[in-house]
């Protein structure tokens, strides 16, 4: 038996004094895409955002290939790392983000070439060649020169993508990166995820399109107030829920 | 046409003079402008990423500063410095209050252009592992130079009209010299629109100069 890509062990973060995650367990295997779907609040982005400690969790522990992210523990003291520690391991992790976040004072290729010559140390030369490599990946050869205020929103979230993904990262969170785009918009970014997907890229994807989360994922967590209700093969979840709850999401959202 | 001649004899005769007085009031007011602009950033960044304490020291530093008319900033360096036996000549002490004054202008700039930037931007560059330094250098510093280049070049040409406060400790700036010259011939209209002039050339200067760098670096959309 393999060790596991991630690992997720009674995971608890709060704001303040409220409780957003309450012990979240998950286990996840390379090569996996997991869809994480829930209502407006569950907690799914402060999950992604902890694995990429964008955001501080005061319990539990989340491992990637074996390696504690964010802290440490000794004789039960636990110390967040320092920050350079914290930057090595944030790449580890890719993320796309609902509102693109691209630098737009960088042009598409540079985005993309950014994290390539400061944190893998490529020369412009080879950060370049793998920046076109990506963008062409994402359908956007043409475009590398362009600035983000030149580019369309569904062209933006993909070179996001392409930015995450050049890093190389042993694993990709998607956060509703179609929530923002209008709809004509969504299925050429969609199709870029389930090209990833079908290379083997382990994903996480937090997403509110139930029909895409259906037919790309391995598994699907399904998320309320703060823990996993229940989580499995999408087909059996959609179409024989196990929980109360769950059958309750679905027929709220857009799913039939 | 004897008035006009007249006028332009005299500000040959003049000529000198009013030469040194232009060349001291770029040399003030370059000098005020680069020393407070580096000051600036120092007070700028202070007052963004500084803990507590410093954030309080140079928001007490800014807000009293900018409270202050820029003469009294003059008369004060002037004055201050020589009670405690540290001998600024005039001209050191001057540039040294403009630089002060300008630099609680620019570290305001500064302050406002970086909390604009979204926190997504700081978000993205975490995320592909890049350092606070690296994403300052590379992310942050860059967007908020593109964002206060116009509210600097205007701190710039204030810094000019400021200079002219130096006459009051005896700086033989522009206005002072200005001031010699008429007080010798009498053509007060007539100089005093000159040196007029002559400060709408520089800071006509100062602002072709900010458009220029402004297209420059202006990101396509
Ligand atoms: N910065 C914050 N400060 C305080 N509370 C927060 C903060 N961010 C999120 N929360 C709270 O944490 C809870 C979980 O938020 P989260 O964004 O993870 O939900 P979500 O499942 O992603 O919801 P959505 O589907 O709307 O994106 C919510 O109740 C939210 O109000
Ligand atoms: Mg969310």
Redesign the pocket.
Known sequence: MTKPLLEMQGLRKQ??T?E?LKGVDCTMRQGEVISII?S????????LRCINMLEEFQGGRILIDGEAIGYDEIAGVRRRKSEKEIARQRALTGMAFQQFNLFPHLSAAQNVMLGLIKVKKMSRDEARVVAEQWLGRVGLSARADHYPGQLSGGQQQRVAIARAIAMNPRLMLFD?VTSALDPELVGEVLQVIKGLAAEGMSMLL?THEMRFAYEVSSRVIF?NQGVIVEQGDPKEMFLRPGTERLAEFLKSSSFQ | MNDLMLFLNEVWIARLALLRGLGVTVSISLLAILAGSLLGVGVGLGLVYGNRLLRLVFRGYTDIIRGTPVLVLVLASYYIFSTVGLDLGPFQAGVLALAVFCSSHVGEILRGALQAIPIGQTEAAKAIGLTFGQTFGSVLWPQALRQILPTWVNTAAEMVKASTLLSVIGVAELLLRTQEIISRNFLSLQFYFLAGFLYFLINYGIERLGKYVERKTAVPS
């Open positions: 704001y303040g409220v957003v829930g407006s609040g569950s907690g799914k982005t402060t999950m509703e937090v998320m």
